[in-house]
């Protein structure tokens, strides 16, 4: 191990493997970001960015700084045909589902159990069971490193594609994504297009839904708390 890697890894990522960095920051709170930007931008040291670290796998130790996203908090504005959230981009994914739907908020059902963080979301354009990220967000609010300011990207602005957007490419390794803008449509329809959903009645529930996907993911994949995956 290089002795000058002194940040454990391990408990970041879901195989849990043993691996190293050189520095870390758990970044919990906005008032952290100008000092990341500082170590980046002064000491020209090379940063990664993960939140639950389960799209991750550490082949040996990082030479630069991991930045582990634990931003937290959420907020709803109800107008007459639609939620509107702001979530912190550290909030586990798949509870942010589950919180919308026990608040009676319909709409990402088809998304649930997927692994990770809500910061995580727009990055990949996560999908599954017809729905994608795109579908439902407003805008991505991120830190951009260079010029120490917080911006925010209209969802256009994104470009969003098939498991894609601009932060895997122009804005890659130049921003921290702190928040995400979330619309939830009042005038919920079920969509039961894909895979196992399609045995369910037109009238079912978001919750009928939800409940359906997450026996699915179980069954095809482990959890990764008792088994790294």
């Known amino acids: 191990m290089n002795a000058e890697c002194e940040f454990n890894l391990q408990p970041y990522n879901t195989f849990g493997l043993k691996a190293f960095a050189q520095h870390g920051v758990v970044l919990e709170r906005e008032e952290q970001l100008a000092a990341i930007s500082a170590l980046q931008i002064n000491n020209k040291q090379k940063f990664l960015v993960i939140g639950e ?3 991750i796998l550490f082949t040996e130790n990082y030479d630069g700084c991991v ?3 634990r931003l937290k908090g959420k907020s709803v504005e109800e107008t007459t045909d639609a ?5 912190a981009a550290g909030e ?4 942010l589902v589950t919180w919308t739907l026990a608040h009676n908020m319909p709409g990402l059902e ?3 159990l997927i692994p990770g963080t809500v910061g995580a979301a727009p990055v990949q354009n996560i999908g599954a069971y017809g729905k994608e990220f795109c579908l439902f967000c407003e ?3 991120v830190w951009n490193i260079e010029s120490q300011q ?4 209209t969802a256009e602005q994104c470009r969003f594609g098939y498991r894609d957007s601009i932060f895997k490419h122009e804005l890659l390794d130049k921003v921290i994504i702190t928040a995400v803008g979330i619309r939830l449509n009042k005038h919920w329809q079920p969509l039961l297009e894909y895979g196992p959903l399609k045995q369910l009645s037109a009238d079912c529930s978001a919750k009928e839904i939800f409940d359906l996907v997450c026996e699915v993911r179980n069954q ?4 990764p708390l008792k088994l790294g995956n």
């Open 53 to 55: 670290g389960s799209n």
């Open 67 to 69: 930045v582990i996203n």
């Open 83 to 87: 939620w509107r959230l702001h979530v």
């Open 92 to 95: 586990n994914w798949h509870e």
């Open 110 to 112: 088809n998304l649930a």
């Open 139 to 141: 805008y991505v609010d």
């Open 150 to 153: 917080l911006q925010r990207f």
């Open 220 to 223: 095809k994949l482990p959890d």
